[in-house]
């Protein structure tokens, strides 16, 4: 069985009077959220990233870039639905993906739960996902933005 692992990373500055979506939820109460040519859900788009590095597609980048104007204002989940049609066009199934959020906010443990049971069930695909802080340190520490560390296996059809 061919098997491949892949990377991504996403970042977004965080801004007032952006919705705060991050892991396919919403998060109510957050006075900002993560500035983008899309949605700016760094979650989704480091495991979009990780998919496509592990498959050999390229990265979020070259595939959804802000030079392709049909993707403004795009919601992540579409982001992935497509990510996951082209890595299966491309002959590979998801085997797992591990994503990790870098930031201050939103607090992700009582929810952890609910959001790897939303990409499972919105996208089929086995997700954990865990979250950290930088300690103060970068710009995720003094909250002025996001990040986030996907890790992907793929097995080819």
């Keep these: 069985m061919d098997l491949r692992i892949g990377i ?4 977004h500055r965080l801004a007032p009077g952006r919705a ?16 983008g040519h899309s949605d700016g859900d760094v979650v989704l788009h480091a ?9 050999g597609l390229g990265d979020l980048g070259s595939n959804f870039g802000s030079a392709e104007p049909q993707w ?5 989940d579409d982001l992935l639905a497509e990510t996951l049609r082209r890595v299966r066009a491309a002959g590979w199934e998801v085997g797992n993906v ?4 870098i930031g201050n906010r939103p607090r992700v443990g009582a929810r ?18 865990s979250a ?23 097995t080819r059809k």
Excluded: K, Y
């Design 8 to 11: 991504g990373t996403d970042v």
């Design 98 to 101: 591990a994503v990790q959020l």
């Design 132 to 154: 950290t802080t930088t300690d103060g340190l970068g710009l995720t520490g003094r909250g002025e933005g996001l990040a986030a560390v996907a890790n992907a296996l793929v």
């Design 20 to 35: 705060m979506r991050i892991a396919g939820l919403d998060w109510p109460g957050e006075e900002v959220g993560p500035e």
């Design 72 to 76: 403004a204002g795009a919601a992540s």
């Design 47 to 55: 495991i979009c990233d990780a998919l496509l590095s592990a498959s």
């Design 112 to 129: 952890r739960a609910e959001a790897e049971e939303r990409i499972r069930s919105v996208h089929g695909i086995d997700v954990s996902f």
